[in-house]
């Protein structure tokens, strides 16, 4: 038998051997393996998996607080309320409410419907869960019931990072109170936002303390 005979015989009887056990269960796995991971893509659409955002550090000396002098003007919404409001700070209206801003200071007042007054217990329940889904590394330090001029409220005390700066893309760590008043089938929600350790108490209350429906 010539050389190329010999040759061919022998890769015949190569084709025809049986593979070991253990190249066998190694093929296996690696099918069931390739299957499983067509399996997930095709299930879940190959969505990348959200990574919860972590709280940014506090900064120290960051403008926040709101000046003893700071003068305070009356805002008449015609949305049906009226709130003392920073004299000078930016002013932009928006769906449904309006936003006042100076510096990382913010107050944003937002107007929806509802069935009913919100309660502590009801905004533990509902709204909270909702907060901390949709907002920024939020984490809720306390939810009270509160007396104050215009009625009963809620007020929901949290932290929070900031929206990214646009131009450097630089996030800080927020306080916020948010303040929910009811009346007639109207829900308003307040908004008081600062740098975290901002000594804004005294201010923020009386701006809580001055709002009236109209």
Same mark, same amino acid.
């Given at each position: 038998?010539?050389?190329?005979?010999?040759?061919?015989?022998?890769?015949?009887?190569?084709?025809?051997?049986?593979?070991?056990?253990?190249?066998?269960?190694?093929?296996?796995?690696?099918?069931?393996?390739?299957?499983? !991971? /067509?399996?997930? /893509?095709?299930?879940?659409? @190959?969505?990348?998996?959200?990574?919860?955002?972590?709280?940014?550090?506090?900064?120290?000396?960051?403008?926040?607080?709101?000046?003893?002098? @700071?003068?305070?003007?009356?805002?008449?919404?015609?949305?049906?309320?009226?709130?003392?409001?920073?004299?000078?700070?930016?002013?932009?209206? @928006?769906?449904?409410?309006?936003?006042?801003?100076?510096?990382?200071?913010?107050?944003?007042?937002?107007?929806?419907?509802?069935?009913?007054?919100?309660?502590?217990?009801?905004?533990?329940?509902?709204?909270?869960?909702?907060?901390? /889904?949709?907002?920024?590394?939020?984490?809720?330090?306390?939810?009270?019931?509160?007396?104050?001029?215009?009625?009963?409220?809620?007020?929901?005390?949290?932290?929070?990072?900031?929206?990214? !700066?646009?131009?450097?893309?630089?996030?800080?760590?927020?306080?916020?109170?948010?303040?929910?008043?009811?009346?007639?089938?109207?829900?308003?929600?307040?908004?008081?936002?600062?740098?975290?350790?901002?000594?804004?108490?005294?201010?923020?209350?009386?701006?809580? @303390?001055?709002?009236?429906? /109209?």
């Amino acid at each position: 038998m010539g050389e190329s005979g010999a040759s061919m015989q022998t890769e015949h009887i190569l084709m025809r051997r049986p593979l070991e056990p253990g190249l066998l269960l190694l093929v296996g796995v690696v099918a069931i393996a390739v299957v499983a !991971n /067509r399996t997930a /893509r095709s299930e879940t659409g @190959q969505q990348p998996i959200a990574v919860p955002e972590k709280p940014v550090q506090p900064e120290h000396n960051l403008p926040g607080d709101i000046p003893d002098t @700071q003068a305070f003007v009356r805002y008449d919404s015609p949305l049906g309320f009226s709130l003392e409001i920073p004299e000078g700070w930016a002013r932009r209206e @928006q769906p449904g409410g309006v936003r006042f801003e100076d510096k990382y200071d913010s107050v944003e007042i937002t107007v929806a419907e509802a069935a009913a007054a919100p309660t502590a217990a009801s905004a533990a329940r509902d709204m909270v869960p909702a907060l901390e /889904r949709t907002g920024k590394a939020v984490r809720v330090g306390s939810v009270k019931d509160v007396r104050l001029p215009a009625g009963s409220a809620v007020r929901i005390a949290y932290a929070s990072n900031s929206e990214p !700066n646009p131009v450097t893309d630089k996030r800080i760590r927020l306080e916020s109170e948010r303040y929910l008043f009811f009346r007639n089938g109207k829900l308003v929600t307040l908004e008081l936002a600062a740098p975290y350790g901002a000594d804004n108490v005294d201010d923020w209350r009386m701006m809580a @303390q001055s709002f009236a429906w /109209r």
